[in-house]
């Protein structure tokens, strides 16, 4: 079945540091991913929606200029948390539309901001 | 976007059918209902999706009632592994994206 790979699984930086995460659609194309990010024992928030070669779409409340977003093919999506600070230590899912139905999710980041 | 209520929590005894109850009063016409699941640590997992009728594949059964104001899901035999968060949404198509917003989904407990 169709695979979205997430890298890193986890990561631990310093305060002030910038992180990537990386998305991919192994198998299948995607226009559109999906950015989420989950706090303990919550659940899963819509961060924005990546579009390839345009601009993403943030949802409210959501900083466009800390959490950058590229997705520059088809199968590949990049969220940077910039300057990150410890309240920035969260989980963060991406998920990918195949299709005009299927969305499949990535196995998630884990995000320690020390 | 259509809202979804699903109690906070279920447990069920290993061996026996889960059903998970969810409202979606509001669902438009054209408005699939869509279960994931989310196992401690990972990504959510695709279960089953639906319209109209009853869906059913390997994992689960989907029962949606005939106002489609309101649907189940059904894990035949639950098993331990069974046990995670589940989440009953449903899709929206703003401007042809198909983003999925999750409510707090029902966080079931197999016990053995």
């Known amino acids: 079945g169709a695979v979205v790979s997430q890298h890193p699984s986890w990561v631990i930086c310093k305060s002030g540091t910038s992180v990537k995460i990386e998305c991919r659609s192994l198998?299948?194309?995607?226009?559109?991913m999906f950015w989420y990010r989950q706090f303990p024992k919550q659940s899963l928030m819509l961060m924005a929606t990546?579009?390839?070669?345009?601009?993403?779409?943030?949802e409210q409340g959501v900083e466009k200029d800390k959490f950058l977003i590229n997705h520059a093919s088809l199968t590949l999506s990049t969220l940077t948390v910039t300057s990150a600070h410890p309240e920035d230590s969260s989980f963060y899912i991406c998920?990918?539309?195949?299709?005009?139905?299927?969305?499949?999710f990535g196995n998630g980041t884990r995000l320690t901001v020390t | 976007d259509a809202k979804t209520t699903q109690p906070p929590s279920m447990d069920c005894a290993e061996g026996r059918a889960a059903n998970l109850p969810c409202n979606h009063s509001?669902?438009?016409?054209?408005?699939?209902v869509y279960w994931y699941r989310q196992i401690h640590s990972q990504g959510p997992q695709y279960i089953i999706h639906?319209?109209?009728n009853n869906e059913t594949n390997e994992m689960a059964s989907l029962i949606i009632t005939e106002d489609r104001k309101s649907s189940t899901l059904i894990l035949p035999h639950a098993t331990l592994r069974d046990t995670a968060v589940y989440y009953c949404?449903?899709?929206?198509?703003?401007?042809?994206?198909?983003?999925?917003?999750f409510g707090q989904g029902t966080r079931l407990t197999i016990n053995p």
């Open positions: 998920s990918a539309v195949e299709g005009t139905q299927s969305l499949h």
């Open positions: 198998d299948f194309q995607a226009t559109t």
């Open positions: 990546s579009n390839e070669g345009s601009k993403a779409t943030y």
């Open positions: 509001t669902i438009s016409g054209n408005e699939y």
């Open positions: 639906g319209l109209k």
């Open positions: 949404i449903v899709r929206v198509v703003p401007g042809g994206a198909q983003k999925l917003v």
